[in-house]
C-alpha cells in the first residue's frame, strides 16, 4: 500500500488545516490508521489514531479539543482536521497503516505500531 499525505500549509495561529492521507494499492479499510508528526530536531510524535472501524479515536493530551481524526472508507482517505493551530503544532505529519494486533487504542501510539508510512506533509503555524 502506498500512502499520500497531503493539506499541510502555512497558517497564522488560531488557523485550520485539513490533512488528508490517501491509499493506493492496497485498501486501508480493516486497518486502523494513526498521525503522527516530527517537529524541528524533535522526535516523531503520535497525534491520533482512529480505529479500523472508525468508531474509536484517541489523542496526544495537547492536541484534544483541537484536532479530530476521521476516516472515509469509500474514498480510503483518513483525515485529520487542526483547528486553532499554534506555533508549537509546526511540524512534518505522516500518516501510517497500523499494524493489526488485539491491543487496546491507548497503545497507538509508538511508531513500531504501523507498517506503513506516507511521506509526509509540512505544517507551519506562524506567529
Known amino acids: 500500500v502506498q500512502l499520500q499525505a497531503s493539506g499541510g500549509g502555512l497558517v497564522q495561529v488560531g488557523g485550520s488545516l485539513r490533512l488528508s492521507c490517501a491509499a493506493s494499492?492496497?485498501?486501508?479499510?480493516?486497518?486502523?490508521m494513526g498521525w503522527f508528526r516530527q517537529g524541528p530536531g524533535k522526535e516523531r510524535e503520535f497525534v491520533a489514531a482512529i480505529s479500523a472501524s472508525g468508531g474509536s479515536t484517541y489523542y496526544v493530551d495537547s492536541v484534544k479539543g483541537r484536532f479530530t481524526i476521521s476516516r472515509d472508507k469509500a474514498k480510503n482517505v483518513v483525515y485529520l482536521q487542526m483547528n486553532s493551530l499554534k506555533p508549537e503544532d509546526t511540524a512534518v505529519y505522516y500518516c501510517?497503516?497500523?499494524?493489526?494486533?488485539?491491543?487496546?487504542?491507548?497503545?497507538?501510539?509508538?511508531?513500531?505500531?504501523?507498517?506503513?508510512w506516507g511521506q509526509g506533509t509540512l505544517v507551519t503555524v506562524s506567529s
Open positions: 494499492g492496497d485498501t486501508i479499510n480493516g486497518y486502523a
Open positions: 501510517g497503516r497500523k499494524i493489526r494486533n488485539n491491543s487496546a487504542i491507548y497503545l497507538y501510539t509508538g511508531p513500531n505500531e504501523y507498517d506503513y
